[in-house]
């Protein structure tokens, strides 16, 4: 089964600039997570969506963060205007689920990541 | 939510086996507890998922009490390759999405030959 695509891998971008990343999870998956990983921390959600509907984005900074999950599947998530504090890994993932008279059982699959580097 | 507490580092060698322990004193009855691992340049990978008592895979156990306010992730005869990060979860998964699952900062897990 393919995993979770993210590009691009790398960018680098000068303060104020906008920066778009994509991400395609893996096929069947409901749900998908943008997560923001900067050096030395764990990764930090910024929004999940269920299907097209967006479940979580308490903590996206919506003055310059947005995303978007058309037709729920591929998302989109863009900065505008970049800080340099906005430097960080951005992690997509998507979740497969289940639940049954054993309990329930949801595993998140990570993309690769795209390294941000704002200058 | 539910906040999780781990051992910032640990290091032991091969061959060993190794626990980490996550407290989570205030979680709740919906709550699951899930374990990832980390390394460098990459995404979080799943370890493990339980909700109660003792589950075990092909990877690692997971061991969780009876009043669940904490657990223990145990790995079976480290090697070189289980030095990564690990992570320690708690949230409401049974509405189909990770709602609430927030990732600390982890534990430093470095074996050495």
């Known amino acids: 089964e393919a995993g979770v695509a993210q590009s691009p891998r790398y960018k680098i971008i000068e303060k104020r600039q906008s920066v778009a990343f994509w991400c395609n999870p893996i096929?069947?998956?409901?749900?998908l997570y943008w997560y923001q990983q900067i050096l030395g921390q764990g990764p930090k959600l910024l929004i999940q969506?269920?299907?097209?509907?967006?479940?979580?984005d308490s903590q996206l900074p919506k003055d310059r963060f947005s995303a978007e999950r058309l037709k729920g599947v591929d998302s989109t998530l863009k900065i505008q205007p970049a800080k340099l504090e906005d430097s960080a890994v951005y992690l997509c993932?998507?979740?497969?689920?289940?639940?049954?008279?054993?309990?329930?059982?949801?595993?998140?699959?990570f993309g690769p990541g795209t390294r941000l580097t704002v200058l | 939510l539910a906040k999780t507490t781990q051992p910032i580092s640990m290091d032991s060698y091969e061959g060993q086996e190794v626990n980490i322990t996550c407290s989570h004193n205030?979680?709740?009855?919906?709550?699951?507890i899930t374990w990832y691992q980390q390394f460098p340049s990459q995404g979080p990978r799943f370890i493990i998922q339980g909700y109660k008592t003792k589950v075990t895979n092909e990877v690692a156990s997971l061991f969780i009490p009876a009043d669940r306010k904490s657990s223990t992730l145990s790995l079976p005869r480290v090697s070189l390759s289980d030095t990564a990060v690990y992570y320690c979860l708690v949230g409401d998964i049974t509405g189909g999405g990770a709602d609430g699952l927030t990732f600390g900062k982890g534990t430093h897990l470095i074996i050495q030959p």
């Open positions: 993932a998507s979740s497969s689920y289940w639940t049954s008279g054993a309990g329930s059982y949801n595993e998140q699959f």
């Open positions: 205030n979680i709740a009855t919906n709550d699951y």
């Open positions: 096929s069947g998956h409901a749900t």
């Open positions: 969506f269920q299907n097209n509907g967006v479940v979580d």
